[in-house]
């Protein structure tokens, strides 16, 4: 990579390898800088914005920063202090990972238990300025002079295994989780420094021309850290319950607050910490439950309190009243609040009983339907409603329009069948928009299809539900039953309106149009059946083709592809000082290729992209190409893997 290239560029320093090295990486993606590093190479450009990142040892960064070198580096607050450079960077910010611990370690089952025990003896460690500023200070205030001052010794790695050599006393050396020293059997007795990855900006840079891309990259690397440390929690929660819910969640500026169509519900979303969300769930199951235990407000003309879960906190349970107004007469049909159900028993059992009866009660007593044929009919259910709780009194008190009107169910049919044939028949016409509960009690089942959604809606429901019962009942007893809908008309178990008396000349009329339909008498001549699986194309005439052209019947030659646009390479003089100072390579090529196959070509069989490609024909007939490499390729280095240098 020739030295022009980096100019005008801001240089970025990343550790080479280690610890640190992939951190680095993802962070760099998350602020949208995108580089292609190609092997053996510590020097790259950025293909989105005029900055060169450069790898290099975490250990040798804070002096390229410090020295002016390089603009920007990320290395650890450790290696800044060990190098001495504190006084010539600033540490812009402090990134959150790779965090240690710097610490003094010694036997875990020998004499030295304390730092004042270790002052004197050999210390071996990485990190000789931090271990020795630390020493000294213990040296000087147990006043130890000379000889008898703590002996710091340097190794380049392995430092843990020091002390079983006898080589050290004790070791000074980076501690993460301590697996490694527990493993040697060294424990930390002191620690000297807590550090982490920092990013930091040299103070004596030689460019000052960056100042405002330096601010873009930390700006970006700021947003990409919160991102990582925080989440957004989303729920639901009454108003008045939302003083204690922001309490919870804050965020770090406002939550956001929206209004539900449910009345005295809202929707927050506030940013909270990941390391916290577990508590923060807790707390918000709380302010839920709590305002789940409160006391029913008055309900209005009829509402059904049912329990969801929230769709952003599947944690969370809440209540949701849903009012329905049924009105009939001058007035809306009122409940008794007094006999009314707890609110558990009345979600989860008795809702769709209480909508069914206040709607159906109605009915009874606008339309009073008349049914026939019911003898083979029996009801359980409400005996084993009547021993369960005392509170389904004016339920029970008022069942009378309820049985002749909706649950009525045959005692002889299986209960099995009776249950999949109900609702099949109601998921062809209401699947998805209704829900199916299924309630069981002692040998007979009751099937219930209710989803609070309109009084027309479970009107229509409950007439599909009783037709199912009836037909079952007249399939099985070989019989046919009449009834009166809801609004007064005769109906049949097949779902047609009830044969009216009719005159005998009609009936005969009718009898005959029927049996010319049953026998074809206006229809057309019916076709062949055919049993063959099999369909053979009956023989046409086939003229004999005549092409007014004539055809190749030879296959041609294989077309232009990578092997034969680039005949070889060039490494004459000229071509090489094209390599070396233009960043440009030098092919033979087929006379016949174009520049694009000619790109293509050393796409495919070198991997590297050409920014510009000029021919000419050379006075033998052959044809030469010039291409030059973009940028962030090295037409040197291509040239050495090539292996025509």
């Given at each position: 990579?020739?030295?022009?290239?980096?100019?005008?560029r801001?240089?970025?320093?990343?550790?080479?390898?280690?610890?640190?090295?992939?951190?680095?990486?993802?962070?760099?993606?998350?602020?949208?800088?995108?580089?292609?590093r190609?092997?053996?190479?510590?020097?790259?450009?950025?293909?989105?914005?005029?900055?060169?990142?450069?790898?290099?040892?975490?250990?040798?960064?804070?002096?390229?920063?410090?020295?002016?070198?390089?603009?920007?580096?990320i290395?650890?607050?450790?290696?800044?202090?060990?190098?001495?450079?504190?006084?010539?960077?600033?540490?812009?910010?402090?990134?959150?990972?790779?965090?240690?611990?710097?610490?003094?370690?010694?036997?875990?089952?020998?004499?030295?238990?304390?730092?004042?025990?270790?002052?004197?003896?050999?210390?071996?460690?990485?990190?000789?300025?931090?271990?020795?500023?630390?020493?000294?200070?213990?040296?000087?205030?147990?006043?130890?002079?000379?000889?008898?001052?703590?002996?710091?010794?340097?190794?380049?790695?392995s430092?843990?295994a020091?002390?079983?050599?006898?080589?050290?006393?004790?070791?000074?050396?980076?501690?993460?989780?301590?697996?490694?020293?527990?493993?040697?059997?060294?424990?930390a007795?002191?620690?000297?420094?807590?550090?982490?990855?920092?990013?930091?900006?040299?103070r004596?840079?030689?460019?000052?021309?960056?100042?405002?891309?330096?601010?873009?990259?930390?700006?970006?690397?700021?947003?990409?850290?919160?991102?990582?440390k925080?989440?957004?929690?989303?729920?639901?929660?009454?108003?008045?319950?939302?003083?204690?819910?922001?309490?919870?969640?804050?965020?770090?500026?406002?939550?956001?607050?929206?209004?539900?169509?449910?009345?005295?519900?809202?929707?927050?979303?506030?940013?909270?910490?990941?390391?916290?969300?577990?508590?923060?769930?807790?707390?918000?199951?709380?302010?839920?439950?709590?305002?789940?235990?409160?006391?029913?407000?008055?309900?209005?003309?009829?509402?059904?309190?049912?329990?969801?879960?929230?769709?952003?906190?599947?944690?969370?349970?809440?209540?949701?009243?849903?009012?329905?107004?049924?009105?009939?007469?001058?007035?809306?049909?009122?409940?008794?609040?007094?006999?009314?159900?707890?609110?558990?028993?009345?979600?989860?059992?008795?809702?769709?009983?209480?909508?069914?009866?206040?709607?159906?009660?109605?009915?009874?007593?606008?339309?009073?339907?008349?049914?026939?044929?019911?003898?083979?009919?029996?009801?359980?259910?409400?005996?084993?409603?009547?021993?369960?709780?005392?509170?389904?009194?004016?339920?029970?008190?008022?069942?009378?329009?309820?049985?002749?009107?909706?649950?009525?169910?045959?005692?002889?049919?299986?209960?099995?069948?009776?249950?999949?044939?109900?609702?099949?028949?109601?998921?062809l016409?209401?699947?998805?928009?209704?829900?199916?509960?299924?309630?069981?009690?002692?040998?007979?089942?009751?099937?219930?299809?209710?989803?609070?959604?309109?009084?027309?809606?479970?009107?229509?429901?409950?007439?599909?539900?009783?037709?199912v019962?009836?037909?079952?009942?007249?399939?099985?007893?070989?019989?046919?039953?009449?009834?009166r809908?809801?609004?007064?008309?005769?109906?049949?178990?097949?779902?047609?309106?009830?044969?009216?008396?009719?005159?005998?000349?009609?009936?005969?009329?009718?009898?005959?149009?029927?049996?010319?339909?049953?026998?074809?008498?206006?229809?057309?001549?019916?076709?062949?059946?055919?049993?063959?699986?099999?369909?053979?194309?009956?023989?046409?005439?086939?003229?004999?083709?005549?092409?007014?052209?004539?055809?190749?019947?030879?296959?041609?030659?294989?077309?232009?592809?990578?092997?034969?646009?680039?005949?070889?390479?060039?490494?004459?003089?000229?071509?090489?000082?094209?390599?070396?100072?233009?960043?440009?390579?030098?092919?033979?090529?087929?006379?016949?290729?174009?520049?694009?196959?000619?790109?293509?070509?050393?796409?495919?069989?070198?991997?590297?992209?050409?920014?510009k490609?000029?021919?000419?024909i050379?006075?033998?007939?052959?044809?030469?190409?010039y291409?030059?490499?973009?940028?962030d390729?090295?037409?040197?280095?291509?040239?050495?893997?090539?292996?025509?240098?």
């Amino acid at each position: 990579m020739n030295l022009d290239s980096l100019e005008g560029r801001l240089l970025f320093a990343i550790p080479k390898k280690g610890r640190l090295h992939d951190k680095c990486l993802s962070i760099l993606a998350g602020t949208d800088i995108q580089f292609r590093r190609h092997a053996r190479l510590d020097v790259c450009l950025v293909l989105n914005q005029r900055i060169a990142l450069v790898f290099l040892p975490a250990s040798d960064i804070p002096s390229f920063v410090g020295k002016g070198n390089v603009h920007l580096g990320i290395t650890g607050h450790d290696v800044v202090l060990e190098s001495k450079m504190e006084e010539h960077v600033t540490e812009m910010m402090r990134l959150g990972f790779g965090k240690c611990a710097l610490q003094v370690q010694v036997p875990e089952n020998g004499p030295i238990k304390t730092v004042e025990d270790l002052a004197g003896k050999r210390v071996v460690t990485s990190f000789e300025v931090l271990a020795g500023d630390y020493f000294g200070k213990v040296d000087e205030r147990l006043q130890l002079i000379d000889d008898a001052k703590t002996k710091i010794e340097y190794v380049g790695g392995s430092v843990e295994a020091a002390c079983a050599l006898g080589l050290a006393d004790g070791i000074v050396d980076l501690v993460e989780s301590g697996d490694t020293m527990r493993a040697a059997g060294l424990h930390a007795i002191a620690t000297v420094l807590d550090t982490e990855a920092v990013l930091i900006k040299s103070r004596v840079s030689k460019n000052t021309a960056h100042s405002s891309l330096i601010d873009l990259i930390t700006n970006r690397i700021k947003g990409v850290i919160a991102a990582g440390k925080y989440a957004v929690c989303q729920y639901n929660i009454e108003r008045e319950k939302l003083p204690a819910a922001i309490a919870i969640t804050p965020g770090r500026r406002a939550p956001t607050i929206s209004r539900l169509e449910t009345e005295g519900w809202v929707a927050v979303s506030s940013m909270v910490e990941k390391k916290r969300l577990a508590q923060i769930m807790d707390e918000l199951v709380e302010a839920a439950e709590a305002t789940q235990s409160r006391t029913p407000t008055k309900l209005g003309d009829f509402a059904v309190s049912y329990r969801m879960k929230s769709p952003h906190l599947p944690l969370l349970w809440r209540w949701q009243v849903s009012a329905f107004m049924i009105p009939h007469g001058t007035g809306g049909y009122k409940m008794q609040e007094s006999k009314m159900p707890n609110y558990p028993t009345f979600c989860n059992l008795f809702a769709p009983m209480y909508v069914m009866y206040i709607i159906f009660e109605r009915e009874v007593s606008t339309k009073s339907p008349k049914y026939i044929g019911l003898a083979s009919f029996t009801v359980l259910v409400w005996d084993h409603i009547l021993t369960f709780s005392d509170e389904v009194e004016y339920i029970w008190k008022n069942r009378k329009g309820l049985i002749t009107y909706l649950f009525l169910f045959n005692c002889y049919f299986t209960h099995l069948s009776f249950i999949v044939n109900i609702y099949a028949y109601l998921s062809l016409s209401w699947t998805p928009e209704i829900c199916h509960h299924f309630i069981w009690y002692e040998g007979t089942t009751v099937a219930i299809a209710v989803e609070v959604v309109g009084a027309m809606m479970l009107i229509r429901l409950a007439e599909l539900a009783f037709e199912v019962n009836v037909r079952l009942s007249a399939a099985r007893n070989g019989s046919m039953l009449f009834w009166r809908d809801r609004h007064g008309h005769d109906k049949t178990t097949k779902g047609k309106a009830a044969p009216s008396k009719t005159s005998k000349a009609t009936d005969s009329k009718a009898k005959a149009a029927k049996k010319a339909a049953l026998q074809g008498a206006h229809s057309h001549s019916s076709r062949k059946t055919r049993f063959s699986v099999s369909f053979h194309r009956p023989k046409t005439l086939r003229l004999p083709r005549a092409p007014k052209y004539p055809r190749k019947s030879v296959p041609h030659v294989p077309r232009m592809d990578q092997f034969r646009t680039i005949v070889s390479p060039l490494n004459t003089e000229s071509a090489m000082k094209k390599i070396e100072e233009h960043n440009t390579l030098v092919f033979i090529v087929d006379i016949k290729s174009n520049k694009r196959q000619i790109k293509d070509a050393v796409k495919k069989l070198y991997d590297v992209q050409a920014a510009k490609v000029n021919t000419l024909i050379r006075p033998d007939g052959k044809k030469k190409a010039y291409v030059r490499l973009t940028a962030d390729h090295d037409a040197l280095d291509v040239a050495n893997k090539i292996g025509f240098i």
